[in-house]
């Protein structure tokens, strides 16, 4: 019966956030205009602020909202390049661990027929049985799949609950802190488009690449 209501809550929770105009709420051009509004309340509030963000970002992450991006920079606008990464970091890990436990617990069977008849899903399940901590670890470096995404296939693997955590907490510190970073610049932002350089799509790249160095040895070792 538990199981039931929590189906039905999450996509009541959706509805609501699009009901309540959630996405121009979290649009880059509102936060924009109420950033001097924002940073003047959290200077007078900081605690309230910081766990209210905290629980904000987390939900946003476990239902996987869009506006994931535009909440990384309001963060590390109000709180700074460091807190705001550590905030983001922790933040968005319990979100995506709540959103494992709740893909493991209450869709493995239906959700894992959806992503086996993806391609792009089946490729990342498929990736998961030669080395879960590395192949998680480059997906979460590597910026090249779908934040969502890369938090809802790992549920549906052979994967265990501690991994997933290390990986997520690791694998989000570089894109957090870049994000949190050009958040205390959010003025001269003017699309989202503009936030990755070439230049940090390639470290990002390499990251990643060297996240895969262990299983790379490890098959040389085989051979």
Same mark, same amino acid.
């Given at each position: 019966?538990?199981?039931?209501?929590?189906?039905?809550?999450?996509?009541?929770?959706?509805? =609501?956030?699009? &009901?309540? *105009? @959630?996405? !121009?709420?979290?649009?880059?051009?509102?936060?924009?205009?109420? +950033?001097?509004?924002? %940073?003047?309340?959290?200077?007078?509030?900081?605690?309230?602020?910081?766990?209210?963000?905290?629980?904000?970002?987390?939900?946003?992450?476990?239902?996987?909202?869009?506006?994931?991006?535009?909440?990384?920079?309001?963060?590390?606008?109000?709180?700074?390049?460091?807190?705001?990464?550590?905030?983001?970091?922790?933040?968005?890990?319990?979100?995506?661990?709540?959103?494992?436990?709740?893909?493991?617990?209450?869709?493995?069977?239906?959700?894992?027929?959806?992503?086996?008849?993806?391609?792009? =899903?089946?490729? &990342?399940? *498929? @990736?998961? !049985?030669?080395?879960?901590?590395?192949?998680?670890?480059?997906? +979460?470096?590597?910026? %090249?799949?779908?934040?969502?995404?890369?938090?809802?296939?790992?549920?549906?693997?052979?994967?265990?609950?501690?991994?997933?955590?290390?990986?997520?907490?690791?694998?989000?510190?570089?894109?957090?802190?870049?994000?949190?970073?050009?958040?205390?610049?959010?003025?001269?932002?003017?699309?989202?488009?503009?936030?990755?350089?070439?230049?940090?799509?390639?470290?990002?790249?390499?990251?990643?690449?060297?996240?895969?160095?262990?299983?790379?040895?490890?098959?040389?070792?085989?051979?």
């Amino acid at each position: 019966m538990r199981k039931k209501y929590l189906i039905w809550l999450l996509p009541i929770a959706v509805a =609501a956030f699009f &009901l309540f *105009d @959630g996405p !121009q709420l979290l649009s880059l051009d509102n936060i924009r205009e109420h +950033r001097q509004a924002l %940073a003047d309340f959290t200077d007078r509030h900081y605690l309230l602020m910081l766990i209210a963000c905290g629980i904000g970002y987390s939900l946003s992450t476990a239902l996987s909202l869009p506006g994931g991006t535009v909440l990384s920079l309001l963060l590390g606008l109000l709180f700074g390049r460091w807190m705001g990464t550590l905030l983001i970091v922790i933040s968005a890990t319990l979100g995506a661990t709540a959103l494992f436990w709740l893909a493991r617990y209450l869709l493995s069977d239906w959700a894992e027929q959806r992503l086996r008849s993806n391609t792009l =899903a089946k490729k &990342l399940l *498929d @990736g998961f !049985q030669a080395d879960a901590f590395n192949y998680l670890l480059f997906l +979460r470096l590597v910026p %090249a799949f779908p934040f969502w995404l890369v938090n809802l296939a790992p549920a549906f693997t052979p994967v265990s609950l501690r991994i997933y955590v290390m990986t997520t907490f690791i694998g989000i510190i570089p894109g957090s802190f870049v994000f949190a970073n050009l958040g205390q610049s959010l003025g001269s932002i003017q699309r989202l488009d503009q936030l990755l350089s070439t230049q940090t799509l390639l470290a990002f790249s390499l990251l990643g690449v060297l996240s895969l160095l262990p299983v790379w040895l490890k098959y040389r070792t085989n051979d």
